[in-house]
């Protein structure tokens, strides 16, 4: 069971089924979405997620091209979860946001052709220069 809420603890999210995958994704949205060089995050099937709380949604066009939905505490802004429209049973968790932030261990690193140079990962990832 993953859980996880955001800062104020307005909303909360529980995904009965194992992570899908772990990646740190390097693009421009996540970069400007996290204020950071890039976010960690993991994927779960939309069937075993759920969540409580008040959400706000963005959506842009995301690194793969397709639309990225964000989905945000509405009072606090924490970034939360993603509910991308080109994958509708997916959902992708943003791991700074999990209860137990070591359940998450990334195995790749997406977009590393937009990644800053002083956000490498001491972490052996298997390195894609774009999306896989």
């Not at 490498?120 to 896989?132: S, T």
């Amino acid at each position: 069971m993953l859980t996880g809420r955001c800062l104020c603890g307005a909303v909360q999210y529980r995904a009965s089924g194992p992570a899908l995958f772990s990646v740190v994704c390097h693009c421009r949205d996540c970069q400007r979405a996290s204020g950071s060089g890039g976010v960690p995050v993991l994927g779960v099937a939309r069937a075993s997620f759920a969540h409580s709380g008040p959400v706000k949604q963005s959506r842009v066009q995301g690194g793969s091209g397709s639309p990225a939905v964000r989905n945000f505490c509405s009072e606090c802004g924490c970034l939360l979860f993603g509910t991308p429209e080109s994958e509708p049973d997916l959902v992708t968790i943003y791991a700074g946001s999990l209860d137990d932030p070591t359940v998450f261990s990334p195995t790749d690193a997406l977009f590393t052709g937009q990644r800053p140079e002083w956000a490498r990962l001491a972490a052996p990832l298997v390195e894609h220069v774009a999306f896989p």
